[in-house]
């Protein structure tokens, strides 16, 4: 069964560069590409970071059934599609999911093995450089994410694991720690364990054959 890495942070905390890095790094992982109605920001690629529709289509989706989670987010909505958990547990790979504290409480209900994963700034006073920096967002805009950031960080305790992204190459290296380290969970290795057994098995029968 498929692993979920739910990653959440407070806007501008650098998880979608984390994210990024950890799935150049990790061919076994595949990314969730929520849908969402918000507007492509500059230089995002339809069907990569985001599926971008619209709120009649988003509405209809979710009336069918097909979110895992869905939650409304700065005035927009946004969700993770099933058909990700489906493929990840298709093709053997652990899901990756960018998202909010709300969803990450709708999926650790939903998916039986959901590992969750919170990233901080070093401090907000970074938080605000970095949005300033990205250049994305209008100032009123970057205020209001600073705002949601200082009530968004303290949920922090609901998670497994903290990453702070101070130097982002260590904090990578953290996110990729913590997903081997969690394969490697006794029970996720049960499996691989008893073949391992099996072979201890076979080798005392034929001992015992030669005896
Ligand atoms: P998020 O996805 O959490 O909103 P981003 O990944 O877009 O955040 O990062 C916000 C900005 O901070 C980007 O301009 C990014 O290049 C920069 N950034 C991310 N991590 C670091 C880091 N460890 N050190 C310096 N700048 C960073
Ligand atoms: P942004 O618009 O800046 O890309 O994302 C805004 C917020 O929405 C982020 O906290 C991101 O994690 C969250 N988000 C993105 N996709 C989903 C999703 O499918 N479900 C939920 N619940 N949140 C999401």
């Known amino acids: 069964m498929s692993i979920a890495f739910v990653i959440s942070a407070p806007s501008g905390a650098g998880k979608s560069t984390l994210i990024r ?11 969730s590409v929520s849908y969402t109605t918000r507007q492509p920001r500059p230089g995002e690629v339809p069907g990569v970071a985001y599926h971008f529709v619209g709120r009649e289509e988003f509405l209809e989706r979710l009336q069918r059934g097909e979110f895992l989670e869905w939650a409304e987010v700065f005035g927009n909505y946004y969700g993770t599609h099933r058909s990700y958990y489906e493929q990840a547990c298709g093709t053997g790979r652990d899901l990756v999911l960018d998202i909010d504290t709300e ?14 994963i919170f990233i901080l700034p070093p401090s907000r006073a970074i938080l605000e ?43 990578t290296q953290q996110l990729l720690s913590i997903v081997q380290a969690e394969r490697c969970r006794r029970h996720r ?20 054959s030669n005896d």
Do not use: K, T
């Open 103 to 116: 969803g990450a409480r709708q999926l650790r209900l939903r998916l039986p093995e959901v590992v969750s």
């Open 189 to 208: 290795m049960d499996r691989v364990a008893r073949v391992v057994l099996e072979s201890f098995r076979l080798s005392n029968v034929s001992l015992r």
């Open 129 to 171: 450089h970095r949005l300033r920096q990205r250049g994305q967002d209008s100032p009123e805009a970057i205020e209001r994410r600073l705002r949601e950031a200082a009530r968004e960080a303290q949920r922090y305790l609901e998670y497994d694991y903290v990453v702070v992204n101070d130097v982002v190459e260590q904090a």
């Open 21 to 31: 890095r950890l799935l150049e790094s990790d061919p076994g992982l595949l990314f």
